[in-house]
């Protein structure tokens, strides 16, 4: 009879201590949760700060950058029609002087060249602008989604599905600055 109450008292203090094993889990996922989230909050601040920097140095880059479009295309443009205007009166002088087919089809040749390379290097110049513009949209609506984010953890309160979002937009920012940055470095 004692044996029995013995071995009742055992299993009640094991389960207990199982018990007390998955609470103490539990708390335990839930402070890393609570510091998670935390951390996360953290980066998103920092996150904000750094898109408001990013957006004040894309202004500055985009209007050095349309100075330097401006200047680059005027001066192509020059180029161009300096290019196109000799050509013109070399042909003009061979045709008139030797009046050789080959040597017009050469300058022919040179000019459609010289606007291909001409052509080249706008598209070039207007393809960065273009990504500038979307850079700039996209950190916008990054702004929006952070702030969107931050208000639904400050309504719900702490939960997986907020955290995985805010970890995208991290991410998604990262890629931004990285590809902002990558910009800047070869703004001309």
Not at 124 to 131: C, E, G, L
């Amino acid at each position: 009879m004692i044996c029995k109450k013995m071995m009742m008292a055992m299993v009640i203090v094991e389960m207990v201590m199982v018990l007390l094993i998955v609470v103490i889990v539990i708390v335990m996922v839930m402070v890393v949760m609570v510091v998670l989230m935390n951390v996360m909050i953290a980066v998103m601040m920092v996150m904000n700060v750094m898109v408001v920097v990013m957006m004040v140095l894309m202004v500055f880059v985009m209007m050095v950058e349309m100075v330097v479009v401006n200047v680059v295309t005027a001066v192509v443009m020059i180029i161009m029609v300096m290019v196109v205007v000799i050509v013109m009166v070399v042909m003009m002088v061979m045709v008139l002087m030797i009046g050789k087919m080959v040597m017009v089809v050469v300058m022919v040749g040179v000019m459609i060249i010289v606007l291909a390379m001409v052509t080249v290097v706008v598209i070039v110049v207007m393809v960065k602008m273009i990504v500038v513009v979307i850079m700039i949209m996209v950190m916008m609506v990054v702004k929006g989604a952070i702030m969107v984010v931050m208000v639904i953890k400050v309504v719900k309160g702490h939960s997986c599905g907020v955290m995985v979002v805010m970890l995208v937009l991290v991410l998604v920012m990262v890629v931004v600055i990285v590809v902002v940055m990558v910009e800047m470095v070869v703004i001309v």
